[in-house]
């Protein structure tokens, strides 16, 4: 991989949390090990002061300092009086002296930065991987922060677009696509084929939360059933539903046909054991594990909402389908409320408004379409794999990345 852009500023501090694995801090590791040694100096500033195994190795070697806000030293601060921890983010801020402050997808800072700090020679950039899409307890705060960014990075053009008609934020913005990270194993470069000796496999990964849509997946497997269709669904992940979607596939009697894998760390596998990659998400900032199944030769089928639309390229890739079903409508079929922002982006109208679902039939109609075309299939899984290599490289996100942070540094 070659150099990314080359930096201006000598000292970046990172805002943080590193306790848990998602596609945030993911992001974030792989950003830190593939800097080179000598660009810049690295800190952190974390939120919480634990950091998950996976990545304590990178943060040893790259980040020159970590502070945590509400730990001094080996001390846990006292969440109240409030002004405590307020007072140690400002002598973490001091000490450091960065020329770029960094906010990994964080609007609400507890009242920890104050007015006074944006006067300070620190450039703030806000990183959005999906936090815009909700308004914060805090909201005054967060749009005080807001106005004070110098630059908000945005994951997709969605995000841009929320900041802009959700927050009314007006200030510089750049969008940069999410990438296919360094680590993912992934050599293909033939088209898959539709099988003939075994059902059509469909895929979904994520966490089991509402907001992913697995229960339209699975309707849309017992209506192709229904409809004499050879099909199978296959879960990567884990969480919270976990148990109401498999009661959920179970009095659909469809059990035997949705496979719960549980958690899968080997995802270029997964998406070589699957045919169509199904993303029937009722929120998705982006959707980067659509891009790994397309870049694996899967053909998508995803919901025309947010930062999804970004990824598949409308017939070439795959289908888009625009949400029609109220989301009473998605609750009857065991979705839910919780966890769904107030308002989504609808990138065919280029608004924001409350969300809605992709019909399970869409779902079944679209599968019916890619597969009963084996031309159709071959072409899509094809123009995937290139599609993915092309737009959305890891050293193209680098270069971008660099570029935008020394957008803010001037001259």
């Known amino acids: ?18 306790d848990g694995v998602g596609g945030v801090e993911i992001l974030f590791h792989e950003l830190l090990k593939h800097f080179p040694d000598n660009t810049i100096q690295h800190y952190l500033a974390l939120y919480t002061d634990s950091i ?14 970590k502070k945590s806000i509400k730990y001094l030293g080996k001390f846990k601060l006292p969440k109240m009086p409030h002004f405590i921890r307020s007072w140690n983010n400002q002598r973490i801020l001091n000490a450091i002296g960065a ?3 960094l906010f990994w997808n964080s609007i609400d800072h507890d009242d920890y930065i104050k007015p006074q700090d944006y006067q300070r020679n620190s450039r703030f950039v806000f990183y959005d991987h999906g936090t815009s899409w909700y308004k914060e307890k805090n909201y005054k705060n967060s749009e ?4 004070n960014t110098a630059l908000s ?5 969605a995000s841009k677009r929320i900041l802009e008609l959700y927050h009314q934020h007006t200030g510089a913005k750049t969008v940069i696509h999410n990438p296919l990270r360094p680590g993912f194993n992934n050599e293909r470069t033939e088209a898959k084929s539709i099988p003939s000796d075994r059902p059509i496999r469909l895929g979904i990964a994520g966490r089991f939360v509402h907001i992913k849509g697995i229960s339209l997946a699975i309707h849309a497997v017992e209506i192709l059933l229904r409809r004499g269709v050879d099909v199978e669904l296959f879960i990567a992940g884990t969480g919270r539903y976990e148990s109401s979607y498999k009661k959920l596939a179970q009095q659909l009697n469809i059990e035997k046909q949705v496979v719960f894998l549980g958690l899968v760390e080997d995802m270029a596998s997964f998406y070589s054991r699957i045919d169509i990659y199904v993303c029937p998400s009722i929120r998705e900032p982006f959707g980067i594990v659509a891009v790994e199944a397309m870049g694996t030769g899967c053909p998508l089928i995803c ?18 389908l625009s949400p029609s079903l109220p989301i009473t409508e998605y609750e009857k079929m065991g979705g839910g409320l919780n966890g769904l922002p107030e308002y ?3 990138p065919d109208l280029d608004s924001i408004d409350h969300p809605k679902a992709i019909d399970p039939a869409a779902i079944a109609d679209a599968v019916a379409q890619i597969t009963t075309n084996p031309e159709l299939y071959r072409d899509m899984s094809l123009a995937g794999i290139g599609d993915a290599k092309l737009r959305f490289s890891f050293e193209h996100y680098l270069k971008q990345f660099g ?3 020394n957008s803010v540094c001037g001259s």
Request: with cysteine; hydrophobic share 45%.
């Open 99 to 101: 020329e770029v402050i």
């Open 344 to 346: 989504v982006y609808y």
């Open 144 to 147: 005080l922060f807001l106005s």
């Open 52 to 65: 998950h195994g996976l990545f304590r190795e990178t943060v040893a070697q790259r980040i020159r300092e």
């Open 303 to 320: 919901a025309r909402i947010d930062g999804l639309a970004e990824v598949v390229t409308q017939e070439k890739t795959g289908i888009g």
């Open 403 to 405: 570029a935008a942070l």
């Open 153 to 157: 990075l945005c994951c997709s053009h």
């Open 1 to 18: 991989m070659s150099e990314p852009y080359p930096l201006k500023m000598k000292k970046l501090l990172h805002y943080i949390s590193l």
